[in-house]
Structure formats: C-alpha cells, structure tokens
C-alpha cells in the first residue's frame, strides 16, 4: 500500500483511488462527532449562499459553521457536536475542510480523518490496500494551519508500521499555533481541542458521498449514504422518529426511546430472478479470485526458480596496511561484509516487518519524512542520495535506510574537532564494508571549542536519562553543526549529479538540540531548493527518516536492517569502550533496553 501526502490542489482534485481529507482542529473533528453521535443525516457545504438557500426550505436541520452564514448557526466545534440532538440532521460548513471533501470527486473513496479517529481509519485503510492520498485542508485555506501537515505525517508514518502519532501531537502542542487557538479560540477550545488532540476520542470513519445537488453526504463507512439526499430532494425531509444507535459509553442527553413503525413492505419481486443474479454475481467473483491466485503462484514460482539459480559471490575483501584496518577491521564479522551489486543487475524488493501485522515495502520511492517541494514538472528521480554519515547509531541506520530503499548512496562524514576520532573510524569501516563511496571533509573553526564535544577541557554534561529532555540546549551542542553539515551534502550533491540529500536527525529521544527539528530541515531543504543548480532545475529532496521515531523503534529499524551494532560509536568521550555517561550513550542505552536487543558494541 502506497501511501501518498497532496501537495498540490491539482494534486488532490486528480486523484482517482482513496483519498484522506485532514482536517484536525475543527471540521475532521466535528464530523467524527456527529456521527459518533449518532446522526444519520449529516450534509456538508463548500459555499455559504448555497447553504443558505438550502437552509430556506430545510429549517429542520442544525448548522455548524465556522464561516458567515445569514441562517441561525453553531460554532464547528467537536465539543458542541458531541452534544448534539441524535434525531436532528446537521449541515456542516467550514473554511477549508469541506472545501477540500467536496473537490475529490474524482476519488474512488473519500474518508475523513483526525487524531481523533486515528486508528479506526488506520484499520480501514489497512483493509483496503490501495494507494492513499492524505489531504491536509490547509491546502485550500492558510499555510499556517501545521496540525494538519502534522497529522498527515503521523498517518504515513503509522501506516507504514514507523512512528507514533502522540509525537505529532506533542509537537504541536508545542506550537505558538496551539497557544493562540486555547488562548484567542472560541470558548469551547479547550474543550475542541481535548476532542481533537486525544488519540481515538471518536472511533468512527466518517464517508463523503456526492449528491447530484453538489452537496457532500457524510455517513458511517461501511453504511450507504441516506437515499432521500442522494437524489434531487423536492420538500423537506420527514422528520423521524427512529431510535438511533446510542455508543455505549455515551449517556449526556441521551435520547429517550420511541415507537419504531413496522417497515413497509417492499413490492414483490422475483425471487428466481434475484437468485439469478447474486449467483452470476458470485461466479464473476471467483473467477477474478482464481485469475489473481494463478497469477500469484505464476510469480511465486518464477522467484523461487531464480533464486534457486542465483550463485552467491562476494568481492575479495582488499588487503589494506592503513591505521583504520589494525584498529578496527578486527572486528568486523564476516556477515558484515556485503557484495556490491552488478550495476545492470535488477534489484529485487526488499521487505521488513516493522511488527508482526504490517509489512514496509522498501522498494517503492515514496519516502516517510520529506522535506522538500515538488519535484521540478516533467523531472525523474534518479535516487542518487549524499547520506551525512557519523558512523552512529542514527546515520548508520540511515545508511542502510537508503540503500534498501534503491537509493545509490556517497556517505559524507565532516571532522570538525570533536574530542576523538573514533567515530570518524567508524564510518570509514561500515561505508568500506558496504561498497559504498565515502567523503572525509575536515573543518577547522576554532570558535567551536565552546562546545564540550569540541574542547576537551570542558566537562561533558552527565545527567539522568529521564532529565535529558528538560535540560535545555547542552554544552555539547556544536553551533551549526547540521546548517554546515547540508550546505556541504548540498554543494556534493550538486557536483556528483545526485538529487537527494537523507541525514538521520531525531526529534524524540535527542539532547533538545535546535537543528534536528522538523521545522529547522524544512526551513533548510527550501534554502537548497533555491539556492543550488539542482534544486531550481530538477529538485531537492531532503529526507530524515528517523525523524519522528523513538530510539527504540530507531533501535528495531537497525535490526531489521541487519546494521553491525558492533561497528557503530556514538558516546562523546570516545576511548575503547562507551564512557557510559554522556546523553548519547544514555539515550543509546535507552533505546536499546527499550527494544529488547542486545547491543553488541559493549561486547
């Protein structure tokens, strides 16, 4: 399953599979809500004097707007959807959210979706293995609204089985965005956003349907649309007097029980003939069944004689007398070692299962942190990447992040004085052991030794694990260490003809440095998209797959991967062995614990 992010209305209103409307704050929200509800009439409107016009001869319904309607009106507040009337249809009305809904006619499914919802729409998406588009409704309204870009990168992530969604809500909580809303919001806001902003709050997939009136019909997936709006309604709807299904853990205004009329009967139709037709129906269904099943074991088949074929060779390993070889090849287990491909070789798909129900295709060229614009029209991916590679945990998994992904990667490892370097040595090794190009810049700014990491004869900091996060910006922060380190990665990428730049910053379990965040790679990735050949010819992409991930789940990733724990250093003191002591070896220790596997560089 592909899962794609708009970036464009064009976008958007061209794409014919499933498509995900994000809208967090309000409408996604709200929507959730009435259905959570218990509403089986729920329209939703793009145009104000449209709504109005209909509201002129349908009075029985209740409006929720956040735009200026002349008819009576709630605020599109989730907190006064959930308290609504169950037996009272709604007509919702938004900036940007029905907006977006009512433009993706061309979709084969539009779904809604939130935090709030989060993992009721995760199964169904799941459920339908096809390609989705997440929509953030910020596109067709103000580029401010980053909870909607954050939500849509939490679903990637999520489904393609990395990351957790509680840390784009922690970021944005974080946000001046999230302060103004609580603090200049409606009154209901603090109440909206604990709807909005608390995992699964309103376990429901709310559908959009299109009626032939140019209206949404928002209902339940899995259940149709309510005919009477689907067609060209003449009058009013009836109001009526079914009971509706009340959730079981919702009692406020509950709605007392009423007489339920016997259905009438439907006129008589041919048995035989329906009969006829749910059999013909079902010989077409196994015939489609039986085609993908032969072409299935066709393919199974034909790998399995391939690789029963294949005859391994590895490249002899080059005799070498260097400094790096006596001290570190020792211990470079034969498993390391990997033959390059042949250059005309077709490259198999890799897969790892990042847990025991969802599979990660690692061939596909959608990646899972981007940040980068559009790619320039009528441009082709070379997958050509410069990996800014440490020899740490984090860049090592990147590393090999990127060549399972199909990429051919130059590894870039800039020495600016840090205290030692057994960490240089240690990218030197794993890039030689994989075949893959390795540049060594050194800097030498003497203004770094006010960094710990840099001067020697100041203390590194040694505090307890849970503390590092609220400690603030440590001595061992290098000023601008990442900002040189792309503009470098930059400047090879435009010399070597690559068209990708992937670093291994971390936002989750890091020592709370300001140039490993989400906001600080994209204001970057935008300054090399306007500032290099590339990036203003064909297009930058800067992609920082770790990201959103905790040290654990970076942890498991290298696993899978099958990356040498045991060839990677990341403590700042350097030595022989890890000092124990410094946030990178508790954090590294952390995660590791975290992920249940051993880490073979303490052996």
Known sequence: MNILVAKSIAEAEQWADVAVVVDVLRTSTTACALLRRGKK??????????????????????????????SAHKDNSPHLASRSEARTPALLISHTGTKAMLRLQQASLVLLGGFCNFEALCNVLWEQNKEVLLIPAALYGVSDDVEDGLCVSAFKDYLQGIGRPQSAIAEFQNTLRFVEFKKRGPKTADK???????????????????SKEGYGVCHLFGQPA??????????????????????????????PPAAVPAPEKPAAKSKTAASTRIKSLFNDILKVVKEEKQELEQEAASLLKKQSTKTPSAEAEPQSD???????????????VQAK?????????????????KVVSLSDDKEDVTFSEPLVAGGKRKKKAIVLFSGGLDSTTCLYW?????????????????????????????ARNLGVKHHLITLNLPWLDCCSLVNKNKELPD???????????????????????????????????????????????????????????????????????????????VLAPLMRLSK?????????????????????????????????????????????VHDTSLD
């Not at 992904?405 to 090794?429: K, M, N």
């Open 192 to 210: 909206d956003a604990k709807l909005a902003f608390q995992l699964n709050s309103l376990p429901v997939v709310p559908q959009i349907s299109y």
């Open 41 to 70: 009439e729920v329209l939703v409107f793009d145009d104000p004097a449209r709504a109005d016009a209909f509201l002129q001869t349908h009075s029985q319904f209740e409006v929720y707007s956040d735009v200026s309607v002349t």
């Open 552 to 596: 654990a789940e970076i942890v498991k990733l290298g696993a899978k991967l099958k990356v040498p724990f045991e060839l990677t250093w990341s403590c700042y003191a350097g030595g022989k062995k890890p000092c124990g002591h410094c946030d990178s070896c508790k954090l590294r220790a952390k995660g590791f614990a975290e992920a249940g």
């Open 226 to 255: 309510p005919a009477q709006w689907m067609g060209t309604p003449a009058v009013a709807a009836e109001p009526t007097n079914r009971m509706p299904q009340m959730p079981a853990d919702e009692t406020q205004d509950a709605v």
């Open 463 to 541: 505090v307890a694990v849970e503390d590092i996060p609220n400690e603030g910006i440590p001595s061992t922060y290098v000023p601008g260490r990442n900002l040189m380190f792309l503009s470098i990665a930059g400047s090879l990428l435009d010399a070597v003809g690559a068209d990708t730049i992937i670093a291994g910053p971390n936002a989750v379990d890091f020592s709370g440095y300001p140039d490993c965040t989400p906001a600080f790679f994209k204001a970057a990735a935008a300054a090399l998209n306007r500032g290099t050949k590339t990036g203003v010819t064909e297009g930058i992409e």
């Open 322 to 336: 260097d400094l790096l070889d006596k001290v570190l090849k020792q211990s470079a287990p034969a498993s390391s």
């Open 341 to 357: 491909p042949e250059a005309d070789e077709p490259k198999e798909e890799k897969r790892i299962s990042l847990s025991p129900d």
């Open 402 to 430: 990127a060549l399972a992904h199909g990429y051919t990667c130059e590894a870039l490892t800039v020495s600016y004085g840090q205290r030692h370097d057994r960490e240089v040595l240690a990218a030197q090794l794993i």
